[in-house]
């Protein structure tokens, strides 16, 4: 088993960055592409970025490219979302993911383990 939990999420103004976090514990992290979604109100989940084992690979939504990027420091399992010039339409719960397949996917059935999501607001 995977425990994944989020941090970082809260209030930002339309304009302003964060970084949400992902820190995993359990059995081994590397092996695992992670990937990040987002639920905005009344929406389904959405798939945002996925990120392979070794970091090497990554896989963006057309939506978030070019303000999201995806990292990970498997030394300290943790994956990593940054978002810059947020816009209310970012607001959503984030919910990272992990897939035991390695390779990156879009596909939320390839993940494997699923964290409690971080809410992301933004004001305008």
């Known amino acids: 088993q995977v425990q994944l939990v989020e941090s970082g999420g809260g209030l930002v103004q339309a304009g302003g960055s964060l970084r949400l976090s992902c820190a995993a514990s359990?059995?081994?992290?590397?092996?695992?592409?992670m990937g990040w979604f987002r639920q905005a109100p009344g929406k389904e989940r959405e798939f945002v970025v996925s990120?392979?084992?070794?970091?090497?690979?990554?896989y963006y939504a057309d939506s978030v490219k070019g303000r999201y990027t995806i990292s990970r420091d498997n030394a300290k399992n943790t994956v990593y979302l940054q978002i810059n010039s947020l816009k209310p339409e970012d607001t959503a719960v984030y919910y990272c993911?992990?897939?035991?397949?390695?390779?990156?996917?879009?596909?939320?059935?390839?993940?494997?383990?699923w964290g409690q999501g971080a809410q992301v607001t933004v004001s305008s």
């Open positions: 359990g059995r081994t992290f590397s092996p695992y592409a």
């Open positions: 993911a992990a897939s035991t397949r390695m390779a990156v996917t879009s596909q939320a059935g390839d993940y494997d383990y």
């Open positions: 990120i392979s084992w070794r970091g090497d690979i990554t």
